[in-house]
C-alpha cells in the first residue's frame, strides 16, 4: 500500500511570491492535515480538510490556505512569501474522524525555502 | 490551552543504555497521547500511543503510560541501539478536534 506522498520534496521561491505544495492520502484516507515544521518552532498545525472541506485550521495568517480534491488530494498555497515561511511542511492523512480520532500517517514533506 | 513540554536535547547515550525522555502535558478534557519519531529524511512515524489514563503504550522496545495524576507521558526504552538515533516527538490530540499537538521534539544519538 503506498503511503502518503507529496510534491515537490523541495521547493525554492523569493520573498512575495506563491508557493503550491502537493498531498497525495493514502488509498481510502479521506483526511489531510498539514503541518509546518519550522527550525526552532516545533511542529504546528495548519489545517485540516474532510471531504472536501476545511474543518479546522491552526494559528496562521490567511495568505496560508489549501483545499481537498474530489479524489482527496490535496494542496497547501501559501501567497505573499515571508522569509520566516521557510520551513518543512508535512503532509498527513486518516480515516475520516471527528467523532474520535484516526492515526495520522504522514509523507515525507515539502521543503520550502524562501529566499 | 493545550500544550506538550519536551524534555529538551539532545540526548546522547551509548548502545544498550537506558533512555528516558520526559513529557508533560496541559489540556481541557482528556487527550490522547503520541509519541512521534523522525528518523533522518524522513517523515514522522506513529511510535506508540495510549488513548486514557493508565494505558500503557508499547511499540519496538518503547514503552510509555499514561499518568492523569502527574499529566504525563514519558518515553522509555530498557537498551538503545544505534538505530534507535532519531528525533522523538510528544504529541496530544483532543476528540473531535483532530489536530495534533506536539512537544518541541528531543533529538538522540546513540554512540555505539
Known amino acids: 500500500e503506498a503511503g502518503v506522498t507529496q510534491s515537490p520534496t523541495h521547493l525554492i521561491k523569493t520573498r512575495g511570491q506563491q508557493a503550491t505544495l502537493r498531498c497525495s492520502p493514502i488509498s481510502g484516507h479521506t483526511s489531510v492535515y498539514w503541518y509546518q515544521q519550522a527550525l526552532g518552532l516545533g511542529l504546528q498545525f495548519l489545517l485540516w480538510?474532510?471531504?472536501?472541506?476545511?474543518?479546522n485550521r491552526g494559528n496562521f495568517p490567511p495568505r496560508f490556505s489549501g483545499r481537498q480534491f474530489p479524489n482527496y488530494s490535496s494542496e497547501l498555497n501559501v501567497n505573499a512569501l515571508e522569509l520566516e515561511d521557510s520551513a518543512l511542511y508535512l503532509c498527513?492523512?486518516?480515516?475520516?474522524?471527528?467523532?474520535?480520532?484516526?492515526?495520522?500517517?504522514f509523507g515525507p514533506g515539502t521543503r520550502l525555502t524562501v529566499t | 490551552g493545550n500544550s506538550v513540554t519536551q524534555m529538551e536535547g539532545p540526548v546522547t547515550l551509548s548502545e544498550e543504555a537506558f533512555l528516558t525522555i520526559n513529557c508533560t502535558y496541559t489540556?481541557?478534557?482528556?487527550?490522547?497521547l503520541f509519541w512521534y519519531v523522525q528518523y533522518p529524511g524522513e517523515g514522522l512515524q506513529l511510535l506508540l500511543k495510549a488513548t486514557k489514563a493508565d494505558d500503557k503504550g508499547s511499540n519496538k522496545g518503547f514503552e510509555a503510560t499514561y499518568r492523569k495524576e502527574t499529566t504525563s507521558f514519558h518515553l522509555e526504552k530498557g537498551s538503545v541501539q544505534v538505530s534507535d538515533s532519531a528525533v522523538y516527538f510528544c504529541a496530544l490530540s483532543l476528540q473531535g478536534a483532530q489536530k495534533l499537538v506536539f512537544g518541541q521534539g528531543t533529538r538522540l544519538t546513540i554512540n555505539p
Open positions: 489540556a481541557t478534557g482528556y487527550p490522547s
Open positions: 498527513a492523512s486518516s480515516l475520516e474522524g471527528p467523532a474520535g480520532f484516526y492515526e495520522q500517517y
Open positions: 480538510y474532510d471531504e472536501g472541506e476545511e474543518r
